[in-house]
């Protein structure tokens, strides 16, 4: 009866944590695009990669460096998408017009349906 009731919580805290995670989805219509610049800030980096997890798209910082006022200035970064389109993009010099980032646009016949670094 002691380890039942030792182990009983741990199984009760596994339990809950992993009924309430959420499951990633695939996207197979619609466009994913993400646009960083200067006034990106670290919880908006830390909500993007989130929301993309949530979707099945794997999005990884491998530099970010603010100046002293907290301004975004650079950023390296990789991107999965896990259906077969990746890559990678660094800025050194972001503005606040930057359209730095990435998109995947799943709509079928689509001519470009990824893209990464510096959009227009």
Do not use: H, W
């Not at 992993?18 to 670290?42: C, D, Q, Y």
């Amino acid at each position: 009866m002691r380890t039942l009731t030792r182990t009983f919580p741990f199984f009760l805290l596994f339990a809950l944590l992993t009924s309430f995670a959420p499951e990633p989805t695939t996207l197979t219509k619609g466009r994913i695009e993400v646009i960083f610049n200067r006034k990106t800030e670290l919880n908006d980096l830390a909500k993007i990669k989130l929301d993309l997890a949530k979707k099945g798209i794997v999005l990884d910082y491998r530099k970010i460096e603010f100046d002293k006022y907290g301004d975004l200035n650079s950023l390296y970064f990789t991107v999965d998408c896990k259906d077969g389109f990746s890559g990678s993009a660094e800025s050194a010099s972001l503005t606040n017009q930057s359209k730095f980032g990435f998109y995947r646009d799943y709509s079928k016949g689509v001519v470009s349906p990824f893209g990464v670094g510096n959009l227009e």
